[in-house]
């Protein structure tokens, strides 16, 4: 907020496209820093948190609009300018009546014990983003959880369904089957790769606890597909995979995808699978051009 501030020190009308890169420049942001999202990927950092420092400022009277698109600063805003801070945050705005009453409104609006993330060191919509993630987290662990408590059976079964909600095959009947019985190779599941059955991919699914699956482990699976002469296969389980077992997978010469108990439970929650949705949110802006009247 102090460099928007002091970019607009001179009094002129200026733009929010060049506060951006007057601000970027001052910072030495590289593009791929410029290229940085939010948690969600759905906006850009810095041009989030500019956005955001511009309301918070005119919010606190310390910038004013006097045309849409254009922002100038007050006699506040050179006040404050004037006693020669290091740092203008959102604990300084508190001062100001004016910016207190919005945030209370704010607070009026949410569940602030959600929320764990120092309100004052981030945007509203990184701290949203931060509550969801927090919240995905959570039900990805319980997730695994309770895959880990069902039976080997049920858990060939749910990486067979899995896999269809992910696209492959179609419609459960048609796309896969669950193999897993004594003589089946090392085999746990078949599915077609796609609606027309052109290849099919073999499924190992291991529901193991605290053990690490290794490289011999995997290289027993990638010797199973050569006894079906296949070439894909998926290797999933509820732990995890040591360095020599992905290093194996990216050596030879079949496709073997190797899915951990961390994987697992992103894709679970992804795709809908032991999941439902409660509650759905919609973020919305200011529409600036609703109220032009140009």
């Given at each position: 907020m102090l460099p928007l501030l002091r970019f607009l020190a001179d009094g002129a009308d200026r733009s929010v496209r060049e506060a951006r890169e007057h601000i970027a420049s001052e910072f030495e942001l590289t593009e791929t820093e410029l290229r940085e999202t939010v948690p969600s990927g759905k906006k850009g950092l810095f041009a989030d948190r500019l956005s955001w420092a511009t309301t918070f400022l005119k919010q606190a009277g310390l910038l004013e609009s006097p045309k849409r698109g254009l922002y100038r600063i007050t006699a506040r805003g050179r006040e404050v300018l004037g006693r020669n801070l290091t740092r203008v945050d959102n604990k300084l705005l508190e001062e100001f009546p004016e910016f207190r009453e919005f945030r209370a409104r704010s607070a009026a609006r949410a569940d602030n014990?959600?929320?764990?993330?120092?309100?004052?060191?981030?945007?509203?919509?990184?701290?949203?983003?931060?509550?969801?993630?927090?919240?995905?987290?959570a039900i990805e662990t319980e997730l695994l959880q309770h895959v880990k408590s069902a039976s080997p059976e049920f858990f060939e079964r749910l990486v067979?369904?899995?896999?269809?909600?992910?696209?492959?095959?179609?419609?459960?009947?048609?796309?896969?089957?669950?193999?897993?019985?004594?003589?089946?190779?090392?085999?746990?599941?078949?599915?077609?790769?796609?609606?027309?059955?052109l290849d099919v991919i073999h499924i190992q699914a291991k529901r193991w606890d605290n053990r690490t699956?290794?490289?011999?482990?995997?290289?027993?699976?990638?010797?199973?597909?050569?006894?079906?002469?296949?070439?894909?296969?998926?290797?999933?389980?509820?732990?995890?995979?040591?360095?020599?077992?992905?290093?194996?997978?990216?050596?030879?010469?079949?496709?073997?995808?190797l899915?951990?108990?961390?994987?697992?439970?992103?894709?679970?929650?992804?795709?809908?699978?032991?999941?439902?949705?409660?509650?759905?949110?919609?973020?919305?802006?200011?529409?600036?051009d609703f109220f032009s009247e140009e």
């Open positions: 014990s959600v929320v764990e993330v120092d309100a004052s060191e981030v945007t509203p919509d990184e701290n949203l983003d931060a509550a969801y993630l927090r919240l995905r987290a067979v369904q899995l896999l269809v909600r992910m696209g492959y095959g179609g419609t459960l009947e048609d796309a896969g089957k669950a193999v897993g019985r004594a003589g089946d190779g090392g085999i746990d599941g078949i599915i077609k790769e796609d609606r027309l059955g699956i290794g490289r011999p482990d995997v290289q027993a699976f990638a010797g199973s597909l050569d006894g079906v002469r296949a070439k894909k296969g998926i290797f999933i389980t509820t732990s995890s995979f040591s360095t020599d077992a992905q290093a194996f997978v990216e050596r030879i010469d079949k496709r073997i995808v899915i951990d108990g961390h994987r697992l439970g992103e894709l679970m929650f992804d795709f809908g699978v032991g999941v439902t949705e409660v509650a759905s949110y919609a973020i919305k802006r200011v529409d600036s």
